[in-house]
Nanobody, 125 residues
């Protein structure tokens, strides 16, 4: 089993920055890829960024050039640096992890094995 705990959310004005963290514990050696998703009120959960064990990354078009996903393997921690935030980035942000390389990219929401509880990001105009 793997446990994921997100942190770093908060309230920020439009144009501001936040860095989210996701600390993994448990059987972390099984993880091949980690992802960030978000869900705004009344909307479906959507993929934001993904990274695999080789360091390959993928981003949703809506965040390309503004968000950066990274990981510190020594600390078993995933990060999401969010710059130039917009009100439409307001959402609950979730960390996910999976041991299957086939699940790393493609935003396979229903196939990802481990999820955190989420951290709220609110961007005001």
């Amino acid at each position: 089993q793997v446990q994921l705990v997100e942190s770093g959310g908060g309230s920020v004005q439009s144009g501001g920055s936040l860095r989210l963290s996701c600390a993994a514990s448990g059987y972390t050696g099984s993880i091949y890829c980690m992802l960030w998703f978000r869900q705004a009120p009344g909307k479906e959960r959507e993929g934001v960024a993904a990274i695999d064990s080789d360091g390959s990354t993928s981003y949703a078009d809506s965040v390309k050039g503004r968000f950066t996903i990274s990981q510190d393997n020594a600390k078993n921690t995933l990060y999401l640096q969010m710059n130039s935030l917009k009100p439409e980035d307001t959402a609950m942000y979730y960390c996910a992890a999976d041991p299957d390389p086939a699940h790393c990219f493609g935003w396979l929401l229903g196939r990802l094995e481990y999820w955190g509880q989420g951290t709220q990001v609110t961007v005001s105009s």
